[in-house]
C-alpha cells in the first residue's frame, strides 16, 4: 500500500490563482480530511468526507471547497488563492467515519505559498 | 467547546535526559480519543498512540510512556533516556463527536547530543 498520497509537495501561486492540491489514499478509508498547519499552531481542519458523496465544514474551511466523488481520492480547491492560505497542508485517512478505533493516517504535505 | 492545551511551546534537553510533553484537553464528550503524533524536520506526521476515554491504563512502548488521568484531564508523553532522533514537533489531539479533531499547537522538542 502507498497509504495516503499528495501531490504537489510544493507550490507558489499568486494571488487570485486557482488551484487543486490532490489526496489519494488506497487503504479503502471511509474518512478522509485536509488540515493547514501554520506556523506556532497545530492542525486545523478544513473539510472532511465521511464517504463517497458526502462531505462537510471543519474549523476553517473558507476560501477551500472539496469534493469526494470516489472513496479514494479527496480533492481540495482553492478558487481564488490569497497570502492568507500560505500553509502547509495535509490530508489525512482514516477507516471509518463514525468509529472511534481507528488510526489516522497523514500524508507528507503539501507546501503552498501564494504571493 | 473542545480544546487541546500544549503550553510547552519548546522543549531542549541534552541526550539521555527524560523528558515529559504536557498535554490538557477539554471536553463535554464522555467518549472521545487521544491521540500523540511525532512531526520530525522531514515534515510528515507520524501516529504515537491512541486511547480512548474508558482506558486509564498507562502504556510503555519501549522508551515511550503515556499517563493519562481523567480526574485532571491530562494526557503526558514521556521519553525516558532521549535520544537526538526523538527531536521533532510532538502534536497532541482529541477526536471526538465521532468524526471531529483538534490538535495541540505542538511542542517543539530539541536533543542536545
Known amino acids: 500500500n502507498a497509504g495516503v498520497t499528495q501531490t504537489p509537495k510544493f507550490q507558489v501561486l499568486k494571488t487570485g490563482q486557482s488551484m487543486t492540491l490532490q489526496c489519494a489514499q488506497d487503504?479503502?478509508?471511509?474518512?478522509m480530511s485536509w488540515y493547514r498547519q501554520d506556523p506556532g499552531m497545530g492542525l486545523r481542519l478544513i473539510h472532511y468526507s465521511v464517504g463517497a458523496g458526502i462531505t462537510d465544514q471543519g474549523e476553517v474551511p473558507n476560501g477551500y471547497n472539496v469534493s469526494r466523488s470516489t472513496t479514494e481520492d479527496f480533492p481540495l480547491r482553492l478558487l481564488s488563492a490569497a497570502p492568507s492560505q500560505t500553509s502547509v497542508y495535509f490530508c489525512a485517512s482514516r477507516l471509518t467515519g463514525t468509529g472511534f478505533q481507528e488510526t489516522q493516517y497523514f500524508g507528507p504535505g503539501t507546501r503552498l505559498l501564494v504571493l | 467547546a473542545q480544546k487541546v492545551t500544549q503550553a510547552q511551546t519548546e522543549i531542549s534537553v541534552v541526550e539521555k535526559e527524560d523528558v515529559t510533553l504536557d498535554c490538557v484537553y477539554e471536553t463535554r464528550d464522555t467518549t472521545y480519543y487521544l491521540f500523540w503524533y511525532k512531526q520530525p524536520p522531514s515534515g510528515e506526521l507520524v501516529f504515537l498512540i491512541r486511547r480512548n476515554s474508558f482506558d486509564e491504563q498507562n502504556e510503555i512502548s519501549g522508551r515511550y510512556s503515556w499517563n493519562f488521568q481523567k480526574s485532571t484531564s491530562s494526557f503526558n508523553f514521556t521519553i525516558t533516556a532521549s535520544q537526538v532522533v526523538d527531536s521533532a514537533v510532538y502534536f497532541c489531539a482529541l477526536l471526538y463527536s465521532a468524526s471531529k479533531i483538534i490538535f495541540g499547537s505542538g511542542t517543539r522538542l530539541s536533543i542536545r547530543p
Open positions: 487503504m479503502n478509508h471511509e474518512y
